[in-house]
């Protein structure tokens, strides 16, 4: 769905980035819900959402906020890793580790995966 008003969208998504970056995350929801609701395509509005579930600790929805952000663009490296991150809060480590193989096959210079991945490797022979 395009939006009727893009501007009007933008406005939504602004004021939830405030609202996160003050650690509002219920109001940071609350505005990228409507930039959504106005573009149902609204990758980044997904993504920060998906940011906001997490600092909620409601993992699965943000599990499925970062899986839309994947399904509008595929080829999002940084997707794939903070799903990834997500997975492994759950402890499942398997579906985390997977997560962050994608990520390093779209972008193998990203450090920060590698790294987090071995990590996740240690957890789970922990475990």
Known sequence: MSPDN??????????ANDYYKLGDYEKAIEHYTKAIELNSELMES???RGLAYTRLQEFEKA???????????????EAYYTRGLIYEYL???????KDYDKAMELNPNYEEVKNQRK????KKRNN
Do not use: G, M, T
């Not at 893009?6 to 004021?15: F, Q």
């Not at 906020?65 to 080829?75: F, N």
């Open 6 to 15: 893009p501007e009007l969208e933008k406005e939504y998504h602004n004021l």
């Open 91 to 97: 402890r499942n480590y398997d579906l985390a580790i």
């Open 46 to 48: 997904y993504f920060n």
């Open 63 to 77: 599990i499925e906020d970062h899986s839309k952000v994947i399904e509008l663009q595929p080829d999002l490296a």
């Open 119 to 122: 990590i996740c490797l240690s």
